[in-house]
């Protein structure tokens, strides 16, 4: 396979040559579709590979078989999206995101098998021990973490409390959560936001704000 | 872990947040702007808010960023 490299002046610009290449090449009937089709697996492949790499991700076997998986996975998609690409980027930085996407959630099913948030990760009881106060700890930051505690109980709803307490007291990965309440990763995040809103603004309804802005709202 | 600023960055929730799903059309757009060295915080606003504070989605755009970074724009040949 010849890999030619870009030319770093030129990324985003429509209708370059190497994009309008990669989509006429990986049209069904072109002569040249199927050297074109396992040129961007190979091209995904070793990204994914990087990707699981940079992450952290698994090791030896399982991490060169989960990045031929995404691979796999990312250039299926891409066939069958192929249309979509309207050229607002290179075709190749189009092409990454899908097998980035690929890793994210293969490594998050891989999290949610291996390693599931227990219950105790969703439960609301008490502020971790990061966050209690100190000894000597002024009498307004002990105030603070006091209404926040009382905020979580009293002011969230049920599953903002439940995404809250997983993702920000407990480090529960935010897709893991997803999978684990049988969810999305942007729903979860709109819980989050939510509930973050509402403790800020427990927090400033106590006279206790975050921010100044918020102290005059 | 008790100070006015990691308490902030606890509740931290931007105003402006485009949240997860509007990144996803755009990251390869969003990427090649920061390539070019041009702020994608001018044209997606929402998404570089969002991107400060979900971690999800910031590995994913490191990610791209990365993978277009070091193994850059192959042809199909």
């Known amino acids: 396979m010849s890999v030619r490299r870009p030319s770093a002046a030129t990324p985003g610009r429509q209708s370059a040559p190497a994009s309008r290449r990669w989509v006429e090449q990986l049209r069904p009937g072109h002569p040249l579709h199927d050297e074109a089709v396992a040129t961007l697996h190979d091209v995904l492949r070793r990204a994914a590979l990087h990707e699981l790499n940079r992450r952290g991700a698994l090791a030896g076997p399982e991490r060169v078989d989960v990045a031929q998986q995404c691979a796999g996975d990312a250039t299926m998609k891409i066939l069958a999206r192929l249309d979509d690409f309207q050229g607002l980027s290179r075709f190749t930085t189009w092409a990454y995101k899908f097998v980035v996407f690929e890793v994210s959630n293969k490594l998050a099913r891989h999290a949610w098998r291996h390693h599931p948030p227990s219950a105790e990760d969703l439960t609301w009881e008490h502020l971790p021990d990061t966050l209690a106060p100190r000894p000597g700890e002024q009498a307004e930051r002990r105030q603070q973490l006091a209404v926040l505690a009382r905020a979580i109980e009293a002011d969230l709803t049920p599953r903002q409390r439940e995404v809250f307490v997983a993702i920000a007291l407990n480090d529960v990965a935010i897709d893991v959560l997803a999978l684990r309440l049988d969810s999305n990763r942007n729903a979860i995040y709109k819980n989050l936001f939510d509930a973050r809103r509402r403790l800020r603004a427990s927090l400033a309804a106590a006279g206790l704000p975050l921010s100044e802005e918020e102290a005059h709202a | ?77």
């Not at chain 2, 994608?40 to 606003?45: A, G, L, V």
């Open chain 2, 1 to 77: 872990m008790t100070d006015l600023h990691e308490l902030d960055e606890l509740l931290r929730a931007e105003e402006g947040d485009a949240g997860c799903d509007a990144g996803v059309p755009i990251l390869d757009q969003y990427v090649e702007l920061e390539l070019r060295g041009e702020d994608p915080s001018e044209r997606f606003p929402g998404t570089a808010i969002h991107l400060r504070v979900c971690p999800g989605c910031r590995a994913d755009h490191d990610g791209v960023l990365e993978a277009a970074r070091r193994f850059g724009d192959p042809g199909p040949e």
